[in-house]
């Protein structure tokens, strides 16, 4: 069914043009029309929606270009420890427990983590989201069911991460190449679910492993995504190993392209930075995931001011312990501001770009402005909330002063998920409850 939003008060079609009094026509999966609307706009259809936005803001959807679901298992456990700490006592010890209940042919915990994690994604506006975890056809299921646009970033490692979740390199790769076959485009061309190549980190695989993973995304023209130079250590861990720096090892090997977008990109020279700009790789910035592990600040604003382009992601729930990406804006301009000490460094447009059409760019989606020919995901935002009166400048009231719970209605590729705040796609108290169920028999923390 096609859907009519009409009279939208504030039409955000990107983070330069803000339109007010204006219409949108939804057809299929794309959007049709942006104008006022005219009977010639729905000749022809046998029938539409007409959601009214009088009063409300209509906005690209928000693209969670990096995360891993997984951790939503892990919300509110540590926040003492560095990341390769973490790494040992938080996220390997569920890992382990998801493998063998993996090897018992029991993907249930993915099925609703999955859930719970598109669930709250979708009450805060994110219509898609990039996913680098624990890959099960459980998550994949889990997003069919929910109506998110979800990519799977299939992990791969070979070295570093402890023996016991390390697998043979023969069934690492068919493992990678059986998902591709399964979910990538799942149920045609008009799909939701989308799958890549992810290579955790740099130094977490071999050479063998990330030539194997150039070779097969350049022949399948599919992306990449994987974290690069999150902390000082792997830095200083690949210098040792190899003389060269992550991104520098990696463009020795041929891997960067267009088609690769890379989480954090914290302790880059500035060698790299030209790298990351001449190959147009998309870095995706994680704010207050590095805050909480004291990763460090990626040099977001230096790489805007070169022109390069960046998308926005939370990380996972154990490194931030939500999926907001209202907080996730607030925090990249306000962490930019201070790091830099300059007030005008980094703007609500500069944050609202990367959360939407930088994350487009990561995913490798046709998404992130409000445009005909564009997939119609877009989120309508309640504007009758105190908090957002009186309202100045519609982005910087969207980025400084918006929450979660201010989304009203999600739309992904033309169907609503989202309707007046509740999510129809899936029955929320059922979930909950059944979630609340497996996870208490599986996991004691």
Known sequence: MAVLIKNVSYLIRDAERVEE??????????????GKFTPDWVKGLSSYEVIDASGKMVIPGFINAHTHLYQSLLKGCQDDL?????????????????????????DTLGYYWG?????????????????????????????????IRGIGA????????????????????????????????????DSRIYVMFGPSAPFVCSEDLLLWTREE???????????????????????????????????????????????????????????IKRYQVIPVHNPKSNMKLASGIAPVTKMLSMGIKVGLGTDGCASNDNLDMFEEMRFASLLQKVATANSAAFS???????????????????????????????????????????????????????????????????????????????????????ARRVIATKITY
């Open 348 to 434: 609500a447009r500069d944050a609202f770009r990367m959360a939407t059409e930088g994350g487009a760019l990561a995913c490798g989606i046709d998404a992130g402005t409000i445009d005909e020919g564009k997939l119609a995901d877009l989120v309508i935002i309640d504007l009758e909330q105190p908090h957002l009166y009186p309202l100045h400048d519609p982005i910087n009231t969207l980025v400084y002063c918006g929450k979660s719970s201010d989304v009203e209605t999600v739309i992904i590729n033309g169907q609503v998920v989202v309707r007046n705040k509740e999510v129809i796609s899936l029955p929320e108290r059922e979930v909950l409850e059944e």
């Open 82 to 106: 560095p990341l390769v700490d973490w790494c040992n006592q938080v996220t390997f010890p569920l890992c382990q427990l998801i493998a063998q209940e993996e090897r018992k042919k029991d």
């Open 154 to 189: 299939i992990t791969t490692a070979d070295m570093w991460i402890p023996d016991v979740l390390k697998e043979e390199p023969i069934q690492l790769r068919e493992k990678v190449l059986s998902f591709i076959e399964k979910w990538h485009l799942y149920g045609g061309e």
């Open 21 to 34: 009094g204006k219409d949108v026509l939804l057809k299929e999966n794309k959007i049709w029309k942006v």
């Open 217 to 275: 995304a350049s022949k399948r023209k599919m992306h990449i995504h994987t974290h690069i130079a999150e902390t000082l250590y792997e830095v200083e861990l690949l210098e040792k190993e190899n003389g060269l720096r992550p991104l520098k090892y990696l463009h020795s090997l041929g891997f960067l392209g267009p088609d690769l977008s890379a989480a954090h990109c914290i302790h880059l020279d500035d060698e790299e930075l030209e790298l």
């Open 115 to 147: 859930l719970l994690s598109s669930l709250e994604m979708l009450k805060n506006g994110v219509t898609t989201c990039l996913n680098l975890d624990m890959s099960l056809n459980s998550v994949f299921q889990a997003w069919v069911d929910s109506g």
